[in-house]
């Protein structure tokens, strides 16, 4: 039993960890041949002395693989009272480490030439988490009811056919700006980077595949959101809902905000006038319609070279809404806001 005791209290009478340092690491791993560098994090700069430190990389079984190296100060940043640079980029073995310098230790990383493997698809999950319309992961659609035209001389009242793409942000607006940007990159992120995207998940965002990659099949979810905003020459739309929609916390499938139509009905559909907008008291210095042609115009244009050999129909339509957009956007120089 004495014995028991004394080693019980034996790491009770060792130096504690110092609960002010951490060291941190990319969680995703490193490349053997890239740059491999850890930041040593020092909350409490009374705590750090200013003697020279070194760093060590052990194995998983605890062995010294590379160091002792000196760390290389590089002051303080964000909470951090002083910050160190670890430069361990000569280690190229594959394998998993953890590195120990002042008295702590890292936690557990990974030199693999497969680190990023996966790692862009990963992405996608957020993007088929904000879809709109048909939304994989509750298994329903949401927003079924988008929308009707306002603030529209020509076109105010009526009904049209919008539901789909992603909200924006943390709330459910939804805006051209934006989704045409993110349709665009996955676009771009694909064509310059085929290989780095999987084929998981079919075109609704459920797990199966369909043939093709998953950022395409999300992209294409964007696309077919920006092709119904854009349904002619004399019809471009650039937002659907606006500041009401914050009246209500609320999931998506239970969305309540009541914009004049009843709770979880309609939403407002507002159109590219090139003047400034705002149904309420707040209006946006809208001064063209370029900006937001501008985007559609790339998202097609990018979508129809890409979609060409998949599919000819949608890379017909996108090309032809390309040409429209720009057309547009020339026509009409200036920005084109969103509405509050």
């Not at 084929?199 to 959101?225: I, Q």
């Amino acid at each position: 039993m004495i014995a028991l005791a004394v080693a019980l209290s034996l790491p009770l009478l060792g130096a504690a960890p110092d609960s002010t340092i951490v060291i941190r690491v990319n969680q995703v791993g490193y490349l053997p041949d890239a740059p491999k560098v850890a930041v040593a994090c020092g909350l409490d700069s009374s705590r750090v002395t200013r003697v020279t430190r070194t760093f060590v990389v052990r194995d998983d079984r605890g062995r010294v693989a590379y160091g002792p190296r000196k760390v290389v100060s590089t002051g303080a940043f964000g909470p951090c009272a002083r910050t160190w640079r670890l430069d361990f980029s000569e280690l190229r073995r594959a394998g998993r480490y953890r590195i120990a310098a002042f008295g702590v230790t890292s936690r557990e990383l990974r030199i693999d030439a497969h680190a990023y493997d996966g790692g862009a698809d990963t992405l996608l999950y957020y993007m088929r988490e904000q879809r709109s319309g048909w939304n994989p992961l509750i298994g329903d659609s949401v927003h079924t009811h988008d929308g009707i035209v306002v603030d529209d001389s020509g076109h105010a009242g009526k009904a049209v056919a919008v539901s789909g793409g992603w909200a924006d942000a943390s709330d459910y607006l939804q805006y051209v700006t934006t989704s045409a940007n993110a349709t665009y990159m996955m676009l771009l992120a694909y064509r310059d980077h085929r290989d780095a995207f999987a084929d998981d998940f079919d075109t609704r965002g459920t797990p199966g595949k369909n043939g093709t990659p998953d950022v395409l099949d999300e992209a294409r979810h964007g696309l077919d959101w920006l092709v119904r905003m854009f349904p002619s020459y004399g019809e471009m739309y650039n937002q659907v809902g606006d500041d009401r929609d914050h009246t209500y916390f609320d999931l998506p499938w239970t969305d309540s905000s009541d914009y004049g139509w009843g709770k979880g009905k309609e939403r407002p559909v507002y159109p590219c006038t090139g003047r400034p907008q705002g149904l309420f008291g707040n209006r946006n210095r809208s001064t063209g319609l370029a900006s937001t042609a501008g985007k559609y115009a790339s998202a097609f244009s990018l979508g129809a070279q890409l979609f060409g050999e998949r599919d000819s129909a949608l890379a017909d339509t996108l090309r032809r809404r390309a040409l429209l957009a720009f057309v547009l956007g020339s026509q009409n120089h200036g920005v084109c806001q969103t509405a509050p």
